[in-house]
Structure formats: C-alpha cells, structure tokens
C-alpha cells in the first residue's frame, strides 16, 4: 500500500473528478489528485498551527504548549519590539532548566520554551541600546546564562554599571559607568546621544579628563591635543607642561564624571599641540608635531611611534619632514589624521604685523597618509592632495588668543579651532572643504564657558581656553566635539579638561543655507557644514531602546520621518501668518493653517486631494471650488406637487400652485424666495369655465401675497419667480 508524499501547500479548489476521467492510481493518477490536494492543505493547516506568533516574552510565559517540538515566533522581545525574539520550540522532557530569561522561558505551568538561536544578542535577554537606558540587569541574565560565548552586540552601544568580560563581546560596545581602579569603559558615545539634553549655546559635558603630572620639572600641565581610538574608544590626550614637558595620557572615561587614567608616556619627540591615531593591520600608530627634540625645526616634522602599555614606552619612532618654511611667531603647527586613517591635514603659518593689528598667516597642507608614512620615511616633503590658506581677521589687543588651536578633519571637511584663553567672543571655528572651500565660521563660539562659569560661582578660579578640536565616533557617524579647559576649583590650583560635545553641529542657527560655487551647503552661524549627498541625522530613542524617529538630509531628498503615528511638521511662521505641512496622526497629509486652524489642502490615506472647506455659493476670483461646491452649484432641487417648486443651478426658483380662495384671502408660497419675487402671475381657475372672474394682487412678500376678486371666486392658480 502506498502513501502521499505530501507537502505543506495551500488550495483555494479541490480537483472535481470527472465523469470522463480514467481510473487511474498512483503517484501523479488522476483518481488521487483531489485526496492528494487535501493532504497537502490538511499539512499546511498543521504547519500554521503548530507556528504560533506573540508579541512579547512576558506574553510567551503565558503561552502553554500543546505537543513536544512545538515551535512559536516571538515578534521581539519588548512588546512593540522588533529586536531581541525569535523562535521557540517546547522541550515537554526538560523539567529543570532554569528561566535565564534569555534563551530558556519557563510558562507558569512549569514547562519549557527553549530559543532556537545561531548567535546570541544582548536583545535577547531584554537589554535596550544607547546611553539613555541601563542594561545591567539583562547583561547580569546573559552571563548567568552562557559564559565564554560569542555575543554579538550588533554594532551597537549598551551601558552597564560594571563591565562585562564573562562572554566574547564583539560588533559593538559596552559602556561601564563605573569609577575608579576597576573601570574600563569604551569612551564611545551611544547611539543618537549627540542630540540628548544638548544646549544649543554651550553643547553638553560628557566627561572630566583628569590632569596627569609626569615631570618634576613641569609642575603644571594643560590638555592639549585629543583623539579616540577608533577600534577601543579610548581616548587620548597630550598634556603639554612647562619648557616643552609634553605627555601622552590614556583615559577610560566615564559618561557624565570624572574619567580614569589609565597610564602614560613621556617623551620630548611629543608636540605640544594635536594628536591622531590609525590603524594599519592591527598595530596602532599615533601621530604628533614633533616636540622639543628637534629643536627650532619641530614644527617641520611629525612624529609617528606605537605605545607599548606593558611598559608605558614609546617604541617604532620615526620622523617625516612635511614643511621645509620655518615657523615664525605665534603660529603653532596643527595636525588631523580623519578617523578612517586616509588623509592627514596640517596647518602651517607666520605672524605678520599690520597697521591694524598682527595678521596670522595660516595655511593648510593636505596628504595622504600612505603618502607620508611609508617603509623609506623621508627629509623632503611629499606632495599634498591641496594646500590653501586659512582665512583669518584681524584681531585686536594682544597676541593670546589669535592663534589656531587645534583642527579636526572626517575626511572631507576640515574643522579649524581658533582663539584663547579668556578670548570668548573671539573663539572661533572655520569649516573648510578638504580642498580649500571655506564654507563656514562660527564667531562667537561658547562651547564649555558654562563649565567654567560654574567653577566660579563656586568660589574657584575663572579660566577657559578651548584647546582641542576632535571626533568621537557614533553608531552611526562621527560627532564633533572640543576638550576645554576649564579652571581652577575653589583652594586648588589644578585646571581640569572637559570633554563638551558641539552644540551646533547638527544646527543651523542664524541665517539659514546656501550653495557655494564648489556645490557645498554652508549655514552662517553654526560649527557644522555638510556636502550635498552627505546624510544630517537626527534621532530620539523610545523606551524599549529602538529609534523611533529621525531627520535625514539625502543625496535627493530632505525626511523628518516618524515610526510610529506621531505627527512630523514643519512650519514656517511671521508676525501675520502662521502655517505648517505635516502628516497628522490619523493619516491625514497636507497643508494646515495654524492661525485659521483648519486644513488647505489635504489627502487621507485614500490619497485623494481634498480642501477642508468648500467656499461659498458666491464665491468668485481666485477662490478654488471643490466637488462639492460645483455640485451644490450644478443643483437641481425641486418639489414637484400641485403646490411646488424647482429651483434652477444658477439659484433661480419658479413656484407654482392652487388655492382655494373661498377658504382664505392669502398664499403662502411652498418656500420662501430670497427675497420679492420678480413676478406672480395669478389666473381664475374652474373645471368647466362656467365663470370667468377678475384678479390682482396685492401684500407680496418673499413667502406669501394677497389676492382681490371680482365677484364670487372659488379656486384659482398662481406661477411665480425669483432668486
């Protein structure tokens, strides 16, 4: 005997056997094909119950499974949730696994759902990502659950309060919030943190770099230059000391407080000013200016070596001429390597005094960094990508603060920080294309002087000096931000560096946007510049950790998108009119008027064009009629009787009737006209003729006239007309 080889398919008709159709059995037989078709959807209907689906975790610890290897989808771990479920199949034999959760649920029933998983994420076990949610508690779960495993975090960012290290966590980061010997946080900033809690004056503190004495022959210590490591996060900072003391110090810093030195290396080979880190292969490179080592010449050179943190020494050290003009003045050599290791950016520059003031001659060379470092480390310089000049006032008083601080570059822009001590409406930021366009300045640049103020209304030293212009990476791109200088506190004489992230750069403050000749958006005011095509995001994290609404700028398109029914707007407004477009919550696109409150235009989601209102019957000029006016207007209404009426489109009414004058003097018309009519024209009226009498009228109204007879009248009739 044989069996149905069946297959789990779906059939909207069963084959009808035909009166016609030969007995014929076996595999493909006519006589098996309608049983043959409802196995096939007696299997499908199996299938789709045996795949059940719930929205949550919580939901599946109600779920109860029927049969052994019963499989369900879990929509996501958080109700609403798209991230962290998955498939589930009941294992009726285990009766002591333990609920991790994670990847073992147990129902109230005490049976087992165990996750049918190829790699475990953080959003199995409940965690949310970025900065604004804690996911201690689902980090604590995962490592009860596994140890030693491979946890992708899905290039994302998860903050702690300790860290982690009982798993191999990789394809994102962890950040620990904690202090002290034992704190190893990444210095990442979490996903879409940038725009949390930001002022849009003095930007927002993300970590205290703490001062780090290395020599007794340079008691005092001021940050300098500052980058990240672009695989660990970590940051670090040169600390220039008195007569050329300069050191290179780690940070583990701490989101919102004090970071955590971690060690450090002394060496006069180390600029004073600006610090880059790439990658080739695995070994890390860091780049400074030269230092002290070379004498008058060290703004000539940048130095190239590799940090052995075992020992705290600098090893592979090599020098590259990139100048051959010496430097003269106040013109201190800035450097950029951009966080993907391409190109490195220097200034070069001289002093040059004029009747108004002294002038910095700045300038600034473009390599690439294949170009300069390479296995035969040369005295000649190579030849930049670009080379252009710096634009700079004039400025007056004294030469503190004229100088450029520092300069930071994301591979097609390059951000110049200019000013000094106290000079806080002379701090400013340049935006330049990587080949010279100047696109942008910020004039009055405030970033971190809030910190400062701080400090001394709390009875310290008042000091504030921007000094180091750098990225710190995103998710989802790069976000730039300052190290500040930032005072003494009260009864001590250390000045601490600040971490503040740019408040401005995703904004555009005063004068909105324009193009330059080189096809680049610039907006005055601001400390950000973007180039057509490259993406302005914006975002907000919802409560279960997933982004719920953004900003975008496109190659082709601007989008304000929302994921869920919230309404985006934009509105433009003055002193007399106000007025938005927008998308409402209940699906309606258009353009709304806020000061008439009410819908111009717009479409449901039929995606029919619509007004909110038709105009008057009267309207004329430039008014829009819509369906409904036009057929108001095209408008037939009538009531035909022996008393009635009809009323034409253009609104003129004709009405016509029989009275009984016996009965009464007065007619009162079926409706009322608009007013007088222009004619009523009554006639004597009888069945057969016998009597023909005389009458008028007289009393008209729009709703009624008087009649006078001569001589005895019975019935007559009456036709009548007006708007």
Partial sequence: MGHFDKNAKWHDKIYQI????PVVGGEGGISNRAPMELAERTEWLKQ???LQQCDSIAELRTIEPTTDKQTIFVKGYHAGSTKGGGYFIADLADNASVDNAGTVIVTGAGKRWTRIYYEITP??????SGWLNNSESAFIALEQAMQGQAVDLCGLVFTCDTDKVKNRYYNGYIASNSTGSGAKGKGFIGSYKHLYDLNSQYGTK???LVPVYVDKNAPSYYSQGVAQDPRTGDIWQIQSGDNNHNALVKHKFSLFGKSETVGHVFNNSIGHQSLGIYYEGDTRYFVTMVGSVKGNERALYVARFTINESNWTMENLKYQRVFNAPVTGNATRCMAIDPNGSV??????????TENGTVYKWGCSVFHLADLFHDDF??????PISKFHIFRDVLAGTNTGKAVQDIACDGEFIYVLNGGSQQKYEN???????NGVHVLRDDKNLTGFDICQAVKNAGGGMYYEPEGLFFLRNNDGLMLCMSVISGAEKGKTIKNTHIVAMASQYQSILRGTTNTPAQYVYADGTAFAFPRGKPLKFGELQSNGEIWKGLALNRTYAEFAFEDNTQPQFRVANSLHKGMLQVSSSGNFGLYDITQNKWLVYSSLDGVAKLQN???NNANGDEIPTARWVNQKLKFESHHATNGWQRLPNGLIFQWGRYDATNARTFNFPIAFTGTPYVVQCTDYNDNGSQVNALTTTGLTNTKFDVIVQGAIGAFSMFAIRR
């Fill in 344 to 353: 490195i950016a220097i200034t070069n520059g001289a002093d040059e005094p």
């Fill in 48 to 50: 789709q119950i045996e």
């Fill in 123 to 128: 959003f199995d076990f409940g965690a949310k």
């Fill in 378 to 383: 040369l005295d000649i310089p190579p030849t």
């Fill in 18 to 21: 035909e009166r016609t159709d």
């Fill in 614 to 616: 038709s105009p008057s």
């Fill in 206 to 208: 993300f970590s205290e």
């Fill in 428 to 434: 400013t930021i340049d935006v330049y294309t990587i």
